[in-house]
């Protein structure tokens, strides 16, 4: 199994930015998938899930409504498209499924 994020990088505040997590080695169609996030100093936090179809999905309050995960079963890869930044979603993002993590892509908000 490998989980691939990318997209990461320096954002203004208010500005946006798509992640891809690029998955293999199991039937990515068949599963939900999930982002995290690690700020400096603080723990792991569940950004949002999706289903294996996509049809539905889950964030947390910080990021509802800023913050959309789509995926492509076609293509294998899962996307987190972040809208109106703020320096509070500066953080490594990472990809899961079951028990795998990605490497994870840093997202840094800041004037």
């Known amino acids: 199994v490998q989980l691939v994020e990318s997209g990461g990088g320096l954002v203004q505040p208010g500005g946006s930015l798509r992640l891809s997590c690029a998955a293999s080695?199991?039937?990515?169609?068949?599963?939900?998938m999930a982002w995290y996030r690690q700020a400096p100093g603080k723990e792991r936090e569940l950004v949002g899930t999706i289903t294996s179809a996509g049809g539905s999905t889950n964030y947390a309050s910080s990021v509802q409504g800023r913050f959309t995960i789509s995926r492509d079963n076609a293509k294998n890869t899962m996307y987190l498209q972040m809208n109106s930044l703020k320096p509070e979603d500066t953080a490594v993002y990472y990809c899961?499924?079951?028990?795998?993590w990605g490497q994870g892509t840093q997202v840094t908000v800041s004037s």
């Open positions: 080695g199991f039937t990515f169609s068949r599963y939900g």
């Open positions: 899961r499924w079951s028990t795998y």
